[in-house]
């Protein structure tokens, strides 16, 4: 067995105009002072992260990451959620989704498309040159809009729309495999990939392709009220990350999993600060160490209710309570016989 890293923070939900939160040298610092190890990054903000040239160049990379280092965490993986949501998107989305990719490309679904999946694949090299393993990404969704089947699907609707996503990322996995890089999926409401089904019918298509991985996050489980626990014992050899990230789920006679299109505050799922929902994170991190998981506990902060830095600097903590050290040993070696393959026999009555 292996020990989990961490703790590890998503930086997607901290960056902004503002410093410490404007620049990697600052960002970095600031995560080591929290308590973190490691830091996730978002490769769609050139304040933090250069990715043509890190695509381009291992030197960079090599430059860029030993600065964080430097302050005192290391890169833990990157992410591509926002440009791998644009690699297959449903008309009913454009106008939204157009804020995810340059003015230039506004507009123009299948230009916008082409862009995407190039800045996805040059976030593979950049892995490839700070010598990751795997990169966090979104699917995408055509299928979405027709999630509740009212009025009834068209027979063939899922199929094709589950086809066509495959078709759209198989040459990335392929180019995942070249730069020794998982893709590991976010499976998340809003993209076609939101549960094991759906994940299932997606790896059935790409040929059950060695580099499409999981993304594990139970605070969307809670949300759909799956059950979080048994998933990991499904998927264990398919999950190659973790976002510690906690939920809660409290239906009244007015709302549901639905939410009644009310705000985060006012919904029955709501996403909290690690502690403050429901999530059995002792549970988890039994079931990863069991399941010899090496990745990154990487905190992902999303709450309607704490400030992002008190979430922030508790969440390093509550990581660091939850890893479990595995034993190099086992608890009863103290009464270990030492017998040997004859003694054995004996005892099985074999030799007499």
């Not at 979430?311 to 309570?321: H, I, L, M, T, Y």
Request: hydrophobic fraction near 40%.
């Amino acid at each position: 067995m292996r020990t989990v890293k961490g703790p590890g923070l998503f930086l997607a939900q901290f960056i902004g105009a503002d410093a410490p939160f404007n620049g990697w040298d600052s960002i970095t610092r600031w995560a080591a002072d929290c308590g973190y190890a490691g830091v996730q990054v978002p490769t769609n903000d050139p304040r933090i992260l250069d990715l043509d040239a890190a695509a381009g160049s291992r030197g960079w990379c090599e430059d860029w990451a030993g600065q964080a280092k430097a302050n005192g965490v290391a890169v833990t993986e990157l992410s591509t959620h926002l440009q791998g949501q644009l690699v297959a998107v449903h008309p009913a989305y454009d106008a939204m989704f157009d804020a995810f990719a340059p003015p230039a490309v506004h507009g123009k679904p299948a230009v916008r498309q082409e862009w995407a999946v190039d800045q996805v694949r040059k976030a593979l090299t950049a892995s490839k040159h700070l010598g990751l393993t795997a990169m966090v990404s979104f699917s995408g969704a055509l299928a979405w809009p027709f999630v509740y089947p009212w009025p009834q699907r068209p027979a063939g609707l899922i199929e094709e729309a589950f086809d066509e996503l495959a078709r759209r990322w198989r040459p990335i996995l392929d180019h995942a495999d070249d730069c020794g890089v998982d893709i590991c999926f976010e499976i998340h409401p809003g993209e076609d990939l939101h549960d094991g089904d759906t994940f299932e019918m997606f790896l059935d298509r790409v040929e059950h392709h060695p580099r499409a991985k999981m993304l594990y996050d139970p605070s969307h489980y809670v949300l759909q009220q799956l059950d979080y626990l048994d998933h990991l014992d499904i998927y264990a050899e398919r999950i190659g990350m973790f976002h510690v990230k906690d939920a809660e789920f409290n239906p009244t006679g007015r709302k549901g999993v639905y939410g009644g299109y009310q705000p985060w505050l006012n919904r029955a799922g709501r996403f909290r600060s690690l502690g403050d929902g429901q999530v059995d994170f002792g549970a988890i991190f039994s079931k990863l160490a069991a399941m010899d998981f090496d990745g990154w506990a990487v905190v992902e902060w999303e709450c309607c209710l704490k400030h992002p830095e008190d979430g922030a600097r508790e969440g390093a903590a509550f990581v660091k309570s939850h890893i479990i050290r595995v034993t190099e040993k086992a608890f009863d070696d103290f009464a270990a016989s030492g017998t040997d393959r004859a003694a054995n026999r004996r005892l099985l009555g074999l030799d007499r």
